[in-house]
């Protein structure tokens, strides 16, 4: 948590949005890190559920009596059910005194609640708050400010989130992330022509839930890594890669804060209508050098 976010309490909104846009549905665009707390490998591992998987049952729930259950699974047992836990969340979403947004909440829509309810959700499994028979009521509760948010694994959150144990990961070579993102768990979306340099772009999505950090030590001036604007010590959802017709390939990424990118080329099956929305294209070498552990989960 950062420093000017220790101490603080949340200023509760009331429920009146809904969980999803019922217009646009669910997107990888959606989850937005908020500004205090450093659980970027949560909102990283939202996107890419998202992504690969817009109608698993923890993305799309239906309140009951105004309340959404969400039930979440140990990382180390997570097909074990006796260890799951089930919070019934309301959609009181925590905002600043200013009406920011200090934590999660959706880039693309202001109505959506999604990301900010499961953020909450993952905040209690994280505080271990008491679990009845029936299951943890969470209101105005917990306090977001409070919960130990480090340490965390985007990897452990996906097995999580989605109950999974077939999980692995590796540190980054040329040969691996190409196999990776194009073959193993990867396809070739299509291929297009960059307007801006004429050259052609073979632009591969992936299909599995996969996410990559960088290191954590040595930043560059800024808090970068290896002089890129890639943040150090920070987890990013893998979306695919691009490869040039001159041979050059890129690990296409979003950053969980959602801003906006000029690094090229985008990919071609993203809908770039409402911003870049924190995408960015990275030389694989640069990949290399910058990022410490790539890992997915099926």
């Known amino acids: 948590m950062k420093a000017e976010c220790t101490g603080k309490t949340c200023n509760w909104q009331k429920p009146t949005t809904a969980w999803k846009d019922g217009i646009d549905g669910i997107h990888f665009t959606d989850p937005v890190q908020g500004y205090?707390?450093?659980?970027?490998?949560?909102?990283?591992?939202?996107?890419s559920i998202a992504l690969v998987q817009p109608n698993s049952t923890i993305l799309n729930k239906t309140p009951i009596?105004?309340?959404?259950?969400?039930?979440?699974?140990?990382?180390?047992n997570p097909s074990d059910i006796n260890l799951q836990k089930t919070y019934k969340v309301?959609?009181?979403?925590?905002?600043d005194a200013a009406g920011g947004y200090p934590f999660a909440h959706s880039k693309t829509s202001?109505?959506?609640m999604w990301p900010a309810i499961l953020e909450k959700a993952y905040g209690a499994f994280k505080s271990t708050i008491p679990i009845y028979s029936n299951g943890t009521t969470l209101d105005k509760s917990p306090n977001l400010y409070d919960v130990p948010w480090q340490p965390g694994n985007g990897?452990?959150?996906l097995k999580t989130l989605t109950g999974s144990s077939n999980a692995d990961s590796?540190?980054?070579?040329?040969i691996d992330i190409v196999q990776d993102l194009t073959v193993t768990f990867g396809y070739l979306w299509g291929t297009y022509v960059n307007p801006r340099t004429n050259k052609v772009i073979s632009s591969y999505r992936v299909g599995t839930k996969m996410l990559a950090w960088t290191y954590s030590g040595s930043p560059s001036p800024g808090g970068y890594v290896y002089n890129l604007r890639i943040a150090?010590?920070?987890?990013f959802t893998i979306l695919g890669m691009n490869i040039e017709d001159s041979g050059q390939s890129y690990v296409v990424l979003r950053d969980p804060h959602g801003g906006n990118s000029e690094l090229e080329p985008l990919p071609m099956w993203c809908d770039y209508s409402t911003g870049v929305n924190g995408i960015i294209c990275v030389v694989v070498s640069d990949f290399i050098n910058a990022f410490e552990t790539y890992g997915w989960v099926l």
């Open 36 to 47: 205090c707390p450093d659980n970027c490998y949560l909102i990283a591992a939202l996107s």
């Open 65 to 76: 009596l105004g309340k959404y259950s969400i039930t979440l699974c140990d990382p180390d």
């Open 90 to 95: 309301t959609p009181y979403q925590c905002l």
């Open 110 to 112: 202001s109505a959506e």
């Open 155 to 157: 990897i452990n959150a």
């Open 170 to 174: 590796k540190t980054p070579s040329e």
């Open 232 to 235: 150090a010590n920070h987890t």
